[in-house]
């Protein structure tokens, strides 16, 4: 609405008060059509109702839940304790503590794994731990439920006591 | 000014009718933790002061001791809003510097995110700005439309907003293959749903007396503040980078650039509508034509740049991000030093402010489209 | 007692008739205001919680959301839930206020719209304060509320709010003029300010169907300048969020801002309730002319169901406009009222006038 001081005493000024109102009103019911449409659509709503649909609640597979040591039934898992993750990480969230074993057969001693610390405090998510371990023995975790009430629960040991590495991995 | 000085104008300057408000760091409209001191005289603005620094994270000093493979990440968080636009510009960066040859698949993959990233920083923007005048629905329009680009970029890449989905050489793994045809779908459905945006917000005659004319940047001072993005095309300045210094795909897709000439808060707004129309078309482009090939190029585990200074520039969706990296040879950069864009607008908005009310200040900063990450870094 | 849900008037007079068998006069007399007073208490306790929610449910409605769904079945609850909240927080009153003002404003504000709705007729019968002045009694007690908010920004020692109430009082006294201006345009036609003698006189068809196109004119300005009036909708520069925080009532907490939100509802009932009476016929239903076969059928709805349908409709109309509309800068809100509504209605009643002269009205 362009308003000038003296633009209602000419015609012209009157012509353009005129239809100054009545552009302006049918742009606000063309606005509240908008709106309108939605309120009557209630069928379109994609809100989801959160807590109560965790269990049709589906995840995509790439997700960056949390770091989690892959495990598989006989509770093995693949990793060497080589400690590539634990360079990859940018802020320092993965520890390896590795042990020594000593190979009965031929004698030699090898890095094996004693605890994986991972602080799920301090991750950014950033996958690039996942991509630099060479023998495939992290991945991604689709859970994203991590509030705990205490905090040393955010420190996690990844390693299930009582389980070995894969034979054949090195 | 510091608070001594402060104190002092207050208590010599009795005769003037002025007086100083704090937009403080925590307001509802400064899109963040930006604290701006006002001059006022009544209504009118005499003076806008930014201070800045309330989300300052030394991301250029983290950099320092990360690997070049690690920097990237944090990138992430300068502009969160744009994020793969700012993983691109620093793997683009490194890249150069180790005269690789990235694959044509990794090229168009690049590009199509990027755009799309842009889309979703637009939707968002467009939200924030009805909110910030008052029309609080358009928030949520902007958000639910927003929602089906996170999800393709969740599919694909495994993150909503901090994705890290670049590394020097390439993308991280393979895009899904429900990609294109969730990214086809998303372009049908949006070209629906953007007139409405029209409908809403553009044609509605209480939005537009609170934009037109208000928050004016001439052509000059836009160049002399180095104002980039849509904000400075906006006033005629023509720097899209994506024109002006083609990388990626860029230089194969067909599209305006978007200039328009009267520099006030209505014509930034109607620059970054057609940049979405802009951003369809490109992705309309490329979707349908991603080459075959690997998804990286081989590097070796640890990155070394070779000594020497290198620049890349990229166009965001808030304007040029530049990645300057100092390489002395180590497995870390000597130095990075990002050039960010919402850095230099906001130094403008001082001169676009300046005559007009508090209410219209709310507007200009909305069009300015400013996150303060991406200024504090 | 004979309870017709048709005619109140039954009821109230065999009330009257039995608290002046128990009691002696005087004390009859106010144990019946005592009554009215706590049915009326109780009324407004629960049109305040029953707006807010609806205020909540509509305006999720309208973003594509539910809307609350957890507190209650389907979130009825919810508003009680706030206002336990509300009750529970701790009355803050900054250091530098004025203590006996800051308080007093809270009350002003929500004292208003209490005297006002007594005059509001509810159905035949149960109407409380017939005056022949009726109308011009309901406008002149909701400026009340004007003193409230100044009072409020002024006393709370903040810029902020001080910026906010003195916008909000040049809007309301601007409003006003309009307000009064839209109503007169129908009491043209009426020739009386008594609630009761409109709502009769619109038995044979409602004065928007029958005032011609001034009466159409006349409701549309009566809407916008009554929204601008409880600052609402586009008008809320004055308790603008994302500008000043919020505005003249930042400082309060507690009971007391509670009693600002319910104020602001309580109004836009009582402008829902003066638009329905004056343009749609209060608890008349709708008649047309002398058709009797169709006046029998609406007349089989109750009047209290009629009259509420109208406030419910014209409640919805207003907050439509709240959730589209971006806010009006304050200059521009003001320039609308001067430059364009007042000029409007000025010509509007003088067609009006004509109208009713020349006998062109049904």
Not at chain 2, 166 to 190: A, E, L, S, W
Not at chain 3, 306 to 330: N, S, Y
Request: some cysteine.
């Amino acid at each position: 609405m362009s308003l000038s001081a003296d633009g209602i005493y000419n015609f012209m000024g009157l012509k353009n008060y005129i239809s100054d109102i009545y552009n302006g009103v049918k742009s606000l019911i063309t606005g509240m059509k908008v709106t309108g449409h939605y309120f009557t659509h209630p069928g379109e709503i994609v809100t989801q109702q959160y807590p109560e649909n965790r269990d049709t609640l589906k995840m995509f597979e790439r997700f960056r839940g949390e770091v989690v040591l892959i495990h598989d039934e006989n509770n093995m898992h693949k990793c060497t304790g080589c400690s590539a993750c634990e360079l990859a990480c940018p802020n320092g969230s993965i520890e390896i503590i590795s042990g020594k074993e000593i190979d009965p057969e031929t004698g030699k001693s090898t890095k094996i794994i004693d605890t994986f610390v991972y602080h799920l405090s301090m991750c950014t998510f950033c996958n690039l731990c996942i991509l630099s371990c060479p023998t495939d023995a992290i991945k991604m975790a689709q859970g994203f439920e991590h509030s705990v009430f205490d905090r040393s629960k955010l420190t996690k040991v990844l390693n299930k006591p009582g389980s070995k590495i894969m034979p054949g991995i090195k | 000014m510091t608070e001594q000085e402060l104190i002092t104008n207050i208590e010599t300057a009795p005769e003037t009718q002025e007086y100083f408000i704090n937009m403080g760091p925590q307001h509802p409209s400064t899109h963040g933790v930006l604290r701006l001191l006002l001059t006022l005289d009544g209504e009118i603005i005499k003076k806008v002061e930014p201070h800045l620094g309330y989300i300052h994270r030394s991301i250029e000093k983290m950099c320092e001791k990360d690997s070049y493979q690690q920097i990237v990440h944090l990138t992430d968080r300068m502009d969160y809003l744009s994020c793969h636009m700012n993983n691109e510009a620093v793997c683009l960066c490194v890249e150069n510097g180790l005269q690789l040859e990235i694959p044509e698949r990794v090229k168009v993959i690049r590009t199509i995110i990027s755009e799309l990233t842009r889309l979703s920083s637009h939707q968002l923007w467009w939200g924030v700005m009805g909110m910030d005048l008052g029309a609080i629905t358009t928030f949520l329009y902007g958000f639910r439309d927003r929602e089906l680009i996170t999800d393709i970029f969740e599919e694909t890449c495994g993150a909503r907003l901090t994705m890290n989905y670049n590394v020097p050489g390439g993308v991280m793994f393979d895009i899904h293959p429900n990609f294109q045809k969730r990214t086809k779908d998303f372009i049908t459905y949006f070209r629906k749903k953007l007139p409405e945006y029209d409908e809403l917000l553009t044609g509605n005659v209480i939005f537009t007396e609170r934009t037109k004319d208000i928050g004016y940047l001439s052509k000059e001072d836009a160049i002399s503040y180095g104002v980039t993005g849509p904000s400075g095309r906006a006033s005629g300045f023509a720097c899209d980078v994506r024109k002006r210094f083609p990388y990626s795909a860029y230089d194969r897709v067909e599209f305006k650039e978007i200039i328009y000439t009267e520099g006030d808060c209505f014509a930034r707004y109607k620059a970054r509508i057609d940049e979405m129309w802009e951003s369809m078309k490109i992705i309309e482009q490329l979707i349908d034509n991603i080459p075959e090939g690997e998804h990286k190029a081989k590097t070796k585990a640890v990155i070394k740049l070779p000594e020497g200074e290198y620049y890349q520039r990229v166009e965001t969706a808030r304007g040029e991000l530049g990645v300057y990296i100092v390489s002395d040879n180590k497995k870390s950069p000597y130095r990075v030093k990002f050039r960010s864009p919402g850095f230099s607008n906001l130094s403008a908005l001082d001169t676009m402010a300046r005559g007009n009310k508090i209410a219209d200040l709310v507007a200009t900063m909305s069009t300015l489209d400013l996150v303060i990450p991406d200024i504090d870094r | 007692m004979n309870f017709n849900i048709y005619d109140f008037t039954e009821f109230v007079n065999s009330i009257k008739l039995w608290l002046n068998s128990v009691l002696p006069p005087v004390v009859s007399d106010i144990a019946g205001f005592v009554i009215i007073g706590i049915c009326f208490l109780t009324f407004i306790v629960i049109l305040g919680l029953s707006l807010v929610y609806i205020e909540r449910k509509v305006c999720a409605f309208f973003q594509q959301r539910l809307g609350p769904m957890r507190v209650g079945f389907w979130g009825t609850a919810q508003t009680i839930a706030d206002i336990i909240k509300l009750v529970f927080k701790e009355p803050l009153i900054s250091k530098g206020s004025d203590k006996f003002l800051f308080n007093l404003a809270a009350f002003i504000v929500i004292i208003a719209p209490f005297m006002a709705i007594a005059a509001v007729p509810f159905a035949k019968g149960l109407h409380v304060l017939d005056f022949d002045i009726g109308l011009f009694f309901i406008t002149a007690i909701s400026s009340i509320g004007v003193t409230g908010i100044l009072l409020a920004g002024w006393s709370s020692n903040n810029k902020y709010s001080l910026i906010g109430a003195m916008r909000s009082g040049a809007q309301i006294v601007s409003y006003e003029l309009s307000v009064i201006l839209s109503l007169l345009t129908i009491i043209v036609l009426t020739g009386s300010l008594q609630l009761s003698v409109i709502v009769e006189s619109q038995r044979d068809g409602w004065w928007i169907f029958k005032g011609n196109i001034p009466a159409i004119i006349a409701f549309f300005i009566f809407i916008i300048a009554s929204t601008a009036e409880s600052n609402r909708g586009p008008f809320d520069m004055a308790e603008a969020e994302s500008e000043l925080t919020a505005g003249f009532h930042t400082e309060y907490s507690g009971i007391k801002f509670a009693f600002f939100f319910l104020a602001e509802y309580i109004n836009l009932f009582i402008i829902a309730a003066v638009g329905a009476t004056v343009f749609f016929g209060g608890w008349m239903p709708l008649h047309i002319g002398n058709f009797e076969f169709f006046n029998n059928i609406m007349d089989f709805i109750p009047p209290i169901i009629w009259f509420f349908g109208k406030i419910a409709a014209i409640i919805f109309l207003i907050m439509w406009f709240k959730w589209t509309f971006p806010r009006l800068r304050i200059d521009q809100l003001l320039t609308l009222e001067w430059k364009y509504l007042l000029p409007i209605n000025l010509i509007n009643l003088l067609l009006m006038a004509l109208v009713a002269l020349s006998g062109w009205h049904l």
